[in-house]
């Protein structure tokens, strides 16, 4: 996948001139034949400091502004450069194939694995035909199909977790949403095989939690995952989607808020400047990760993993029991 991107943030403005500076910079070399060796070190190294330190400042809207950026690697790319043999299966032998989300069989360090993600397009053309990454039922009820068919056969299960949320439609409520969706809450909670999630970009809503009750949960650098987006709990609790800065804040919904709160088992750190600025290195960091979380789960007697899987969600959350009077 190409890693560059045309589209830049508001907090990033520093960073593109000097990166048009640089630009002009060798424009002029080479039209001119000038050496600007030592301008380019100095400029290079002033770009190198200032990315750093703008990425590792974001405030949590600004995190949820990268998280959504269309450049990010999506499942595919991963599917793609991170597991070998991929076979895709379609289908929930229900309604129909939900390209929101895809998934099949594939090898991870020469391991047979089932891995599932959601699916966003590059392109209008593209998303429509994935629907924004925002599956219908039938999205989610292929997913626990195919981990129905991991666990008979004794495989892991990896899924990839991108979507602003399932599919609020008339059509999708009619067959079942939320049916689907608790469903697959209830059935992964009980598979009887390793299973790891990884959220790389957004995670939104029940959406993207029918594809996380895993026993690890492993989260971008520069992702979130949240119970609403920003806007949409601006929009009920202040009536303004001019409140989602406030909003993003109060979710808690970034990679260390999560960490710190016990809800994500691991952060990977992204390369300086997101996963859209290096998709090549994000993926091999991520590989690594699940390899390394496989191995742990691996080792692991059936009963102990999936009474460690309750316990992980039972033991998350807090809450005061009101007394009378």
Same mark, same amino acid.
């Given at each position: 996948?190409?890693?560059?991107?045309?589209?830049?943030? +508001?907090?990033? %403005?520093?960073?593109?001139?000097?990166?048009?500076?640089?630009?002009?910079? $060798?424009?002029?070399? &080479?039209?001119?034949?000038?050496?600007?060796?030592?301008?380019? %070190? @100095?400029?290079?190294?002033?770009?190198?400091?200032?990315?750093?330190?703008?990425?590792?400042?974001?405030?949590?809207?600004?995190?949820?502004?990268?998280?959504?950026?269309?450049?990010?690697?999506?499942?595919?790319?991963?599917?793609?450069?991170?597991?070998?043999?991929?076979?895709?299966?379609?289908?929930? *032998?229900?309604?129909?194939?939900?390209?929101?989300?895809?998934?099949?069989?594939?090898?991870?360090?020469? *391991?047979?694995?089932?891995?599932?993600?959601?699916? /966003? &397009?590059?392109?209008? /053309?593209?998303?429509?035909? *994935?629907?924004?990454?925002?599956?219908?039922?039938?999205?989610?009820?292929? +997913?626990? *199909?195919?981990?129905?068919?991991?666990?008979?056969?004794? /495989?892991?299960?990896?899924?990839?977790?991108?979507?602003?949320? =399932?599919?609020?439609?008339?059509?999708?409520?009619?067959?079942?949403?939320?049916?689907?969706?608790?469903?697959?809450?209830?059935?992964?909670?009980?598979?009887?095989?390793?299973?790891?999630?990884?959220?790389?970009?957004?995670?939104?809503?029940?959406?993207?939690? #029918?594809?996380?009750?895993?026993? %690890?949960?492993?989260?971008?650098?520069?992702?979130?995952?949240?119970?609403?987006?920003?806007?949409?709990? =601006?929009?009920?609790?202040?009536?303004? #989607?001019?409140?989602? +800065?406030?909003?993003?804040?109060?979710?808690?919904?970034?990679?260390?808020?999560?960490? %710190?709160?016990?809800?994500?088992?691991? @952060?990977?750190?992204?390369?300086?400047?997101?996963?859209?600025?290096? &998709?090549? #290195?994000?993926? $091999?960091?991520?590989?690594?990760?699940? @390899?390394?979380?496989?191995?742990?789960?691996?080792?692991?007697?059936?009963?102990?993993? @999936? $009474?460690?899987?309750? #316990?992980?969600?039972?033991?998350?959350?807090?809450?005061?029991?009101?007394?009378?009077?």
């Amino acid at each position: 996948m190409s890693t560059s991107s045309a589209a830049h943030f +508001a907090f990033e %403005r520093d960073i593109v001139e000097i990166e048009a500076q640089i630009a002009r910079l $060798r424009e002029m070399a &080479g039209r001119r034949g000038m050496d600007v060796a030592d301008e380019l %070190r @100095v400029l290079t190294a002033k770009l190198d400091v200032l990315r750093e330190e703008t990425y590792r400042n974001l405030d949590p809207m600004e995190q949820v502004q990268v998280a959504r950026h269309p450049r990010r690697p999506y499942t595919l790319d991963y599917i793609g450069a991170v597991f070998t043999d991929f076979m895709e299966l379609k289908g929930d *032998r229900r309604y129909r194939d939900d390209q929101a989300i895809v998934g099949g069989w594939a090898r991870l360090d020469e *391991r047979s694995v089932m891995v599932i993600g959601h699916q /966003k &397009g590059r392109d209008m /053309k593209e998303n429509l035909r *994935r629907n924004f990454g925002m599956p219908h039922p039938e999205g989610y009820r292929k +997913a626990l *199909r195919l981990m129905r068919m991991a666990d008979k056969f004794g /495989k892991p299960v990896i899924t990839l977790i991108d979507t602003p949320g =399932a599919y609020p439609g008339f059509g999708a409520e009619e067959r079942g949403q939320a049916e689907a969706i608790a469903t697959n809450l209830r059935e992964m909670a009980r598979l009887r095989v390793p299973t790891i999630s990884v959220v790389i970009g957004e995670g939104g809503s029940g959406g993207a939690l #029918a594809l996380g009750v895993t026993d %690890r949960i492993l989260l971008l650098e520069h992702s979130v995952y949240s119970v609403i987006s920003p806007e949409g709990c =601006a929009a009920i609790l202040w009536r303004s #989607a001019e409140k989602r +800065a406030e909003a993003a804040r109060a979710l808690r919904l970034t990679s260390s808020d999560l960490l %710190r709160l016990g809800v994500a088992d691991e @952060v990977i750190g992204e390369p300086t400047g997101g996963a859209h600025a290096d &998709g090549v #290195a994000t993926m $091999r960091r991520v590989a690594d990760a699940l @390899v390394r979380h496989l191995k742990e789960l691996e080792a692991k007697e059936t009963d102990a993993l @999936v $009474r460690e899987r309750w #316990a992980k969600y039972e033991a998350m959350g807090a809450w005061i029991e009101g007394g009378e009077g």
